[in-house]
């Protein structure tokens, strides 16, 4: 079955603890992506990445890092994690020759204290 | 003034309703237009999509897009309960490694 692993669903941590988000597709997707998603602020890109070793920022990258070492996997890197990134996080794959669809992991809900 | 507005809802309608669920956008350059449902605890999955300007239908859903007005609709026929979830309108440029920019999302109810 195609899809975009997130782990894990739910985290609570404390402020400066650092935590990383794992994100797997099985789908071959050159593009992955992360993405929070805030109450009235909808879907907000953190940052992109278009294939191995090649990642760039999206709206809100302040406080994030990411890497891709690996094509199917693309982690979201929080060093010092501070209560504005209590969120809901989503990960992301595309298939650039392929058309427009973005398929979207389940969610990561952080919770920062 | 953000690229694309959503009314954030909540919509509540009864069932067999029609729905119209609606963005506007500001970029011109936009040529590919999405609608994605969220149910509630999961990710967002493509519904429609829709190149350039006209209409789309499938099934109960229908998607409308004016590029004159930089304005796109969703239409949900005989809508049921299990259409409540959060609908999300998204827009890019050009297809491949573009940016998707995203409303808002709007709230959508069908009471049974």
């Known amino acids: 079955e195609a899809q975009v692993t997130q782990n894990p669903r739910y985290l609570i941590t404390v402020t400066g603890k650092k935590l990383t988000v794992t994100c797997s597709q099985n789908?071959?997707?050159?593009?992955m992506s992360w993405y929070r998603q805030d109450p009235g602020l909808g879907l907000r890109q953190i940052y992109y990445s278009m294939n191995v070793e090649v990642t760039d920022k999206g709206d809100v990258p302040e406080g994030y890092k990411v890497s891709r070492k690996e094509k199917r996997n693309f982690p979201l890197i929080l060093e010092s994690p501070s209560p504005n990134q209590t969120s809901l996080y989503f990960c992301a794959s595309r298939d650039t020759a392929g058309g427009e669809k973005l398929f979207f992991g389940s969610g990561t809900q952080l919770s920062v204290l | 003034q953000k690229e694309v507005e959503q009314d954030p809802g909540p919509l509540s309608v009864p069932e067999g309703a029609i729905v119209s669920l609606n963005c506007t956008y500001s970029n011109s350059a936009f040529q590919y237009f999405m609608w994605y449902r969220q149910y509630s605890r999961k990710g967002p999955e493509l519904l429609m999509y829709t190149y350039s300007s006209g209409n789309k239908e499938d099934g109960r859903f229908t998607a409308q897009v004016d590029k004159s007005s930089k304005y796109i609709s969703l239409f949900i026929r005989d809508s049921q309960p299990s259409d409540s979830a959060t609908y999300l309108c998204?827009?890019?440029?050009?297809?491949?490694?573009?940016?998707?920019?995203f409303g808002t999302g709007t709230k959508l109810q069908v009471i049974p």
């Open positions: 998204a827009m890019s440029v050009r297809g491949g490694y573009q940016k998707v920019t």
């Open positions: 789908m071959n997707h050159e593009y």
